[in-house]
T-cell receptor, first 110, second 116 residues
Framework: ELKVEQNPLFLSMQEGKNYTIYCNYS?????LYWYRQDPGKSLESLFV?????AVKQEGRLMASLDTKARLSTLHITAAVHDLSATYFC??????????FGKGTKLSVIP | DTGVSQDPRHKITKRGQNVTFRCDPI?????LYWYRQTLGQGPEFLTY????????KSRLLSDRFSAERPKGSFSTLEIQRTEQGDSAMYLC??????????????FGPGTRLTVL
């Protein structure tokens, strides 16, 4: 059974600081996604990572994938308040369903 | 707005009642998914349709749950004899039909179910 673990689950950081969220998964995967969820809202797609060494960047967020280590990271550069949200990684392995981590609740403090 | 839509957005029901939710996917998307999300957790997969065919079902989908996608367009999720443990956000997602199953799933706003 595929398991996806994120850490930390809660992250409070100051504006302007950098930090990394980690996503580990237990079995071979062919695709990994990062989503953002604001309170009371649905999930917004951020990144799709399909191959080992893949790196994608959008604004202050950068995601990478190491399939050998079964690890993805979401790096936040110079955080701003607008980035406050819950971030989920989701892994697909051999079927169309996605297995999600528990999410990382990020609070950026002025 | 051409995103995934869900109706109703909120539903409050009494234990033992039946409820039905509707999902309208993005129009050109052949694949449709249902997930359930409880407070503080990530979404959990329930079921998947490709066109009108239901191709995958989670063990979470007990016999009280049924999903349909009769013409390969909108989908309904029905819960019979609701229980308090069914209280959750029910999310629908869709993705286009393309090779490899690598397509991003686009989520709707969800239906929040509260069972009293």
């Amino acid at each position: 059974e595929l398991k996806v673990e994120q850490n930390p689950l809660f992250l409070s950081m100051q504006e302007g600081k950098n930090y990394t969220i980690y996503c580990n998964y237990s079995t071979t995967s062919d695709r990994l996604y990062w989503y953002r969820q604001d309170p009371g809202k649905s999930l917004e797609s951020l990144f799709v990572l399909l191959s080992n060494g893949a790196v994608k960047q959008e604004g202050r967020l950068m995601a990478s994938l190491d399939t050998k280590a079964r690890l993805s990271t979401l790096h936040i550069t110079a955080a701003v308040h607008d980035l406050s949200a819950t971030y989920f990684c989701a892994v697909g392995a051999g079927s169309y369903q996605l297995t999600f981590g528990k999410g990382t609740k990020l609070s950026v403090i002025p | 707005d051409t995103g995934v839509s869900q109706d109703p957005r909120h539903k409050i029901t009494k234990r033992g009642q039946n409820v039905t939710f509707r999902c309208d996917p993005i129009s050109e998307h052949n694949r449709l998914y249902w997930y359930r999300q409880t407070l503080g957790q990530g979404p959990e997969f329930l079921t998947y349709f490709q066109n009108e065919a239901q191709l995958e079902k989670s063990r979470l989908l007990s016999d009280r749950f049924s999903a349909e996608r009769p013409k390969g367009s909108f989908s309904t999720l029905e819960i019979q004899r609701t229980e308090q443990g069914d209280s959750a956000m029910y999310l629908c997602a869709s993705s286009p039909l393309a090779g490899g199953g690598t397509d991003t799933q686009y989520f709707g706003p969800g239906t929040r179910l509260t069972v009293l």
